[in-house]
């Protein structure tokens, strides 16, 4: 499978991560193309503006749209998912980032200003925030995403590595685990882990996934169907936390 990000930016300097470990081997063995493209050099005022006030008064500038719009008109985008960054957008998650990882093309679209003119968001197909919380532009957002996204495209991630037990992925976290040494200053290595027995390593795994998740983020499991060896261990962890 191959995917095509392409970035509007002002401050293509600002994805230098895309260059490095996973992502940058992506690109390196072909599975990933990344473009950017500076609204800037779309601009048609001498000053080369891309913002403006906003009308009716008010704080802050504005994307204007022209820039914008020139250019997404300057590369083919036919049935790419065009996503604006925006911290009132829909809150990406990682079902969010799994959808985006079978596209074939992705546009990002960073402001670096307080806002875009709307009529920009007759160009967009999803409008994105990272989380509840204001960035200075929407690049670091952008890179998140797509850091996400890439490492869920096939076979970009090596075969030693994978991304199945991830937290979030089956709707709990991860289990703790633990590599060499067996005891690291006085911490052991839990004992079932040692056993070789699979069942048990099994259960284990999932009895802490449980209590991990309970303890860290009671609102994912509010979301997420249990089955009835879950519910029973989530039980006797309730029980055990009451008293
Ligand atoms: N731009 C500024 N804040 C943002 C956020 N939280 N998510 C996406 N884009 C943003």
Not at 121 to 143: F, M, P, Q, R
Request: a negative charge; charged letters at 25%.
């Amino acid at each position: 499978m191959q995917m095509q990000i392409d970035i509007l930016t002002l401050f293509p300097e600002m994805f230098s991560s895309l260059d490095h470990s996973i992502v940058g081997r992506a690109r390196n063995s072909g599975k990933l193309t990344v473009n950017f493209h500076n609204f800037r050099d779309f601009a048609t005022n001498k000053q080369k503006h891309v913002d403006d006030m906003p009308y009716g008064g008010g704080q802050g500038m504005l994307l204007m749209p022209q820039p914008i719009f020139d250019t997404l008109a300057s590369f083919p985008h036919q049935n790419a998912r065009i996503l604006m960054m925006d911290p009132a957008g829909r809150q990406f998650d990682q079902a969010f980032a799994e959808e985006l990882s079978k596209e074939s093309q992705i546009v990002f679209l960073c402001g670096h200003y307080e806002g875009f003119d709307e009529r920009i968001k007759t160009l967009v197909t999803d409008e994105v925030s990272l989380g509840d919380y204001v960035l200075t532009g929407g690049e670091t957002a952008a890179a998140v995403m797509i850091d996400a996204t890439v490492r869920l495209i096939p076979d970009v991630l090596g075969k030693s590595a994978s991304h199945e037990d991830d937290s979030f992925s089956s709707g709990l976290l991860e289990y703790p685990q633990y590599t060499r040494p067996e005891v690291f200053r006085g911490l052991k290595v839990p004992e079932v882990l040692m056993s070789g027995h699979h069942e048990n390593i099994r259960k284990w795994r999932l009895s802490e996934s449980l209590a991990k998740t309970l303890r860290l983020r009671p609102d994912l499991l509010a979301k997420y169907e249990l089955t009835a060896e879950e519910s029973e261990i989530l039980k006797r962890l309730e029980e055990e936390s009451v008293v």
